[in-house]
């Protein structure tokens, strides 16, 4: 049951892009297409469930063991970085028609907050769902991690659908481009505050 | 260029939230109010500055190859030193803005300026860039706050002059692209007419 809700909280509720704010970057740079969109959104998936459920470990195995938690920061963008260049290699390596889809992207993931967020989220703050305020166990930082970056694809590929057809009408010349990328997104985060109390 | 040109170019002509849109993510999350705005931006400019100048004195030494890792960790070092400062001199602020403080090593402001003029540049230039830059942000960051706040709860650096709540929704998540939106627009127009 737990499990659920925290699928749902993370997907709807609080959406990582459109009512937490991270990843905005690749948000308005990479949605002008649907397909870019996609790549962009498997590739992030794959990286945070990865570098969440690694950093994880390294917090409880290495660095409170040693009593340096404060190395926190350093220690996480360092295994994230490590990680999105090992990805690339083994997936290279592994399936040729995968690097071939995400390829680009994994590079200009290490700098999307996204990441290093969920990853100092769960280590960080409290979860409540239901029941007593408590630190994610292994398991639900794990399916915190997915369920987020499922919100972050599906917030990321709505919004690539609308900029599609946004670029087909007329638009003030002021508002080009980001302007009115940036309305497009605040309309969708008035329909995403919907789901607010769900949880 | 004067070192005074290199404080001031960052303020309009490369202002990195309105002409560059950089560091978009504590742009939107942290300006509930402008006092929150400010912080954010006075946090991002110290570490701008001493990142730029660090990474202007070591950048000849550093291989090529590496640099980008090597950079990240130089602002990583400086983030969790201003970590320290805050938690000791300003604990509230630095609940306030949470998670964003450690979350300026991925801001692509800091990053984009070591790998734009940091690297290529003397430490003294270094310096005065990450300064403009930093108080373009800050101010950027500042007026942002302050209109979602007037709109939002009807109150300006915590002042209180109009009764009832407001436009609850500028606090919210959707009036933060909203507000951004209009006032990127805004400063767009009063810099076109100033080029004619």
Not at chain 1, 41 to 60: D, H, M, N, P
Not at chain 1, 147 to 173: C, D, H
């Amino acid at each position: 049951m737990e499990y659920i809700l925290i699928i749902i909280s993370a997907i709807f509720v609080n959406n990582i892009l459109l009512s937490q704010f991270m990843g905005i970057c690749p948000f308005l740079g990479v949605s002008n297409k649907l397909s870019t969109a996609v790549g962009m959104s498997g590739a992030v998936c794959f990286v945070i469930t990865l570098a969440t459920l690694v950093t994880y470990l390294f917090q409880y195995y290495v660095l409170v063991p040693l009593g340096i938690e404060f190395m926190q920061t350093i220690a996480f963008i360092l295994i994230i970085a490590a990680l999105v260049q090992m990805v690339e290699i083994v997936l290279k390596k592994v399936s040729p028609a995968l690097y071939q889809a995400l390829g680009i992207f994994l590079p200009l993931i290490t700098t999307n907050c996204a990441v290093l967020g969920v990853a100092l989220m769960v280590v960080t703050n409290e979860f409540s769902y239901g029941g007593e305020p408590h630190m994610l166990n292994l398991g639900e930082s794990v399916v915190f991690a997915f369920a987020t970056s499922l919100g972050f694809g599906l917030a990321m590929i709505l919004f690539a659908g609308l900029r599609e057809q946004i670029a087909l009408n007329k638009v003030p010349k002021v508002f080009k481009g980001i302007p009115i990328a940036l309305v497009t997104a605040s309309i969708l985060a008035m329909a995403f505050m919907g789901f607010s109390g769900l949880v | 260029m004067g070192k005074f040109q290199l404080i001031t170019k960052g303020l309009v002509k490369e202002n990195p939230t309105f002409v560059l849109l950089l560091g978009m993510c504590p742009t939107l999350a942290t300006t509930t109010s402008a006092i929150n705005g400010m912080s954010m931006g006075l946090a991002t400019l110290f570490v701008l500055v001493l990142s730029n100048m660090a990474i202007s004195a070591t950048a000849p030494y550093i291989p090529d190859k590496v640099r980008i890792p090597a950079y990240i960790v130089i602002i990583a070092a400086f983030v969790t030193i201003l970590q320290f400062i805050m938690q000791a001199f300003t604990p509230d602020i630095y609940k306030t803005l949470g998670l964003f403080i450690p979350l300026i090593v991925v801001n692509c402001i800091v990053l984009g300026r070591a790998e734009a003029f940091a690297n290529k540049n003397s430490v003294v230039d270094s310096a005065c860039d990450g300064i403009g830059i930093g108080l373009g942000f800050t101010i950027a960051l500042t007026i942002l706050g302050l209109v979602r706040e007037l709109l939002g709860s009807g109150s300006a650096f915590g002042y209180k002059f109009i009764d009832g709540d407001g436009i609850l929704v500028f606090v919210l998540a959707p009036g933060a692209f909203m507000a951004l939106a209009y006032l990127i627009v805004l400063f767009k127009k009063l810099t076109a007419k100033k080029d004619e």
